[in-house]
């Protein structure tokens, strides 16, 4: 599974990194900003995972950037649980695969894993 992490916060980043190389089967790569995005205009990716903390709104922009051309990927948005509610009341239309909040627990963490893994395995 080809998995894009766009995260500035470099503590969350490590975690998540470091979370996810448990996995043999999850191949990430790791970007910042919209020149991270600009990745997936030239290689295809399983999921997205979008970072956005603080007053920063850069990680909502690159997810609305994101879905302007590409509605089908999995979406995974990392963010604080005040924004986390927010993003919670969008998630339909954003098509938002699942929200994660910081500080990250690693059961947390193992939830989407685990539920993109299954759609992995059945598609």
Do not use: W
Request: charged share 30%; net charge positive.
């Amino acid at each position: 599974m080809q998995i894009l992490l766009l995260e500035k916060d470099k503590v969350v980043r490590d975690q998540i990194l470091v979370g996810l190389q448990n996995f043999p089967d999850f191949a990430v790569e790791c970007g910042e900003g919209y020149r991270g995005l600009s990745k997936t205009r030239s290689r295809s990716y399983d999921c997205l995972i979008i970072g956005c903390n603080g007053d920063d709104e850069e990680g909502f922009e690159l997810l609305e950037s994101f879905r302007e051309y590409d509605r089908s990927t999995d979406v995974v948005f990392v963010t604080n649980f005040k924004k986390g509610k927010v993003i919670m009341s969008k998630r339909s239309k954003y098509n938002i695969f699942s929200v994660l909040h910081v500080p990250i627990e690693p059961a947390e963490l193992l939830r989407p894993v685990g539920r993109l893994r299954r759609r992995q395995v059945a598609s």
